[in-house]
């Protein structure tokens, strides 16, 4: 790796390992997102649907409870998208939409739907990097997106940078 510029991610020096600074969301951290989110709405009685998707809007996990549709699974992974996207709750994508239907249905178009702007997804953040979004589908959006930050909360992440 050349290094241009010392306040490059990995160019600290010798030492330094390349892109060491750079935070990411692990394999880890997206599996116990998801068993938090289970638990979450297990709390509900309402079998849902969770994806984590990372700060590319990349799948890292996803989950689908007995008894959730199975469309669920799409519709979480929408929601994890567009929150990861925008780093801000689904929810105020889809409040920001709403008078503009048209730009929406075109965004969801170019993006091959994955932009989803519904209710049921939040940032995931860790020491204000965001890091990716955690979406969830089976219940009401409001229900979603409460144990999506209730996981977000229970694993010591954050919804906020």
Known sequence: MTCSSPSRPGCGGPS??????????????ALRLLDAARTA??????????AVMDA?????ALTRMDGAPWITSEVAQGKAWTSAAYGVP??????????????????TAMTAGRF???TG???????????GG????????DQDEAACAAAVAATGLSTTA
Do not use: C
């Open 16 to 29: 330094s390992a390349p892109w060491s600074n750079v935070r990411v969301l692990t394999l880890d951290d």
């Open 41 to 50: 709405a297990g709390e509900t009685g309402v079998p849902m649907a969770f």
């Open 56 to 60: 590319g809007g990349h799948l890292l």
């Open 90 to 107: 689904s929810a105020a994508q889809k409040e920001k939409m709403a008078p503009m239907p048209n730009f929406s249905a075109s965004i």
């Open 116 to 118: 989803t702007p519904q």
């Open 121 to 131: 997804a939040v940032p995931v953040y860790r020491d204000g990097v965001l890091l």
């Open 134 to 141: 955690l979406g969830g589908s089976g219940g009401t959006g």
